[in-house]
DNA sequence: CGTTTGGTTGAGTGCGGTCAAGCCCTGTGG
DNA sequence: CCACAGGGCTTGACCGCACTCAACCAAACG
């Protein structure tokens, strides 16, 4: 099932994080050019293909990694192997933040498009936020981010007929977008962040299909009926 | 529906946090005595009733809390008007980390329990988190240990059976316990924890009880058979 | 080409939601 | 003291949504 893509194979380069172009939402956003010229160790690139995975549950968490374009999932499993998405990580999102406190990753993340990310040692953060108010509270606020959007999950992904959350995971996905187009996620998948079979998951994208709710522009992609599908999240 | 009870009427005195009972399990397990001396701003205990509660979401944040003893659930409203419970804080438990990044509060925080807390200004942790690098650390561990919790709601208390859910939540409740014995909360109260009805709720704990999976010892105050209750959280 | 993988659709069933009634306990007031 | 109301828990009857198992189709791929 699981496409075991070495990150090795995946490395597409050596980051200039001074110029970088999400350099201001970035959790490094705060540092000043100083700081930059104690990072000693390199900040690397990789780019995954959809199915790779960028770590494992339980390995050491010697790394964070920020998105830079494309989605990954977080993925845990239950006793009974059945697995549940339990969050998505989009551009400028960090990943690894368990590295902090030198904790193994609770995580699989696997990307679910064609992704990049950098990579940085979880010591070199753990180093620059003890001088660094800035980066300090950069950290916290992503914790609080993280925790932001499990609670929403819960909320809003995990309570409600399939319908309603189908509808919402859709909104989620072009919140904060230019434009209400999106790249859908398989069947599967979808089921599994809103904890539904990939049957009734795909019995209600075709539904919402057929009554124009999601426009098919391209190949797996979509245009949505904002309002009307509110309606439905919000019932 | 709620009682509402002001925390001026639960002020239940001053705490005196160098001899807390709880001080090495607590937010400044790592401060020194001289740490202590620094802060002037009172620390004020309270306790609470069950119903009562203790922040609205959306009031300012200006305060963080400990829990001395009881429980408290964290609610969270739906666009249509439903509840559901994304988190309950126990002894040492930290409520309103949103606080430390002058946030308003995401939850109502309401007990559920006879409930004592600590009242401590957001504004002191955020001082002492600058230049202690102890409890800088301690803090992120207290994200951290949310963020798992909220993870392990959605993969152990939203999926799956009402049943498996039911006694998934049984097991959690007595976790790092000394004793198999708890007390539960109302059903509409775990109902809405674990993504069901109340009235699912009560059939499933009924059943439970006529099954002797669950012994009444005392009014409200149960015995679980804990390897028989595993046995149906993992199937 | 056949094979595989992901999406869709169908038929049948059962779990859990809904609506409603009844029970027990507590508190309240006549 | 009893009558009554109210809230929480339980139980019943009914129904419908979503799960299960299965077939089928289209696109991708060797």
Known sequence: MTKTVS???????????????????VLFAGLQQADFEHIHEPIDQFSLKPGANLYHAGDRGDYMFTVRTGVLKLVQYLPDGSQRIVRIARATDVL????????????????????????????????????????????????????????AWLTELSTGSARQRVARLLLRL???????????????????????????????????????????????LFL????????????
């Open 7 to 25: 990150l090795k194979e995946a490395w597409s380069g050596e980051a200039n994080c001074l110029n970088c172009s999400l350099r201001t939402s």
């Open 224 to 235: 949505l009926d904002i309002p009307n599908l509110r309606r439905i999240a919000e019932d």
């Open 96 to 151: 690894g933040l368990e590295a902090m406190l030198e904790d193994n990753y609770h995580h699989e993340a696997v990307a679910l498009h064609a992704t990049e990310v950098c990579r940085f040692p979880a010591r070199l953060v753990r180093e620059l936020s003890q001088a660094n108010p800035g980066l300090h509270r950069e950290l916290m606020a992503r914790w609080q981010r993280a925790l932001n959007e499990a609670d």
């Open 174 to 220: 072009v919140r904060d977008r230019e434009t209400s187009e999106c790249q859908l996620f398989s069947r599967e998948d979808m089921g599994a962040m809103l904890g539904v079979t990939t049957e009734t998951t795909s019995r209600t994208i075709a539904e919402f299909k057929r009554q124009g709710l999601l426009v098919e522009t391209a190949p797996n």
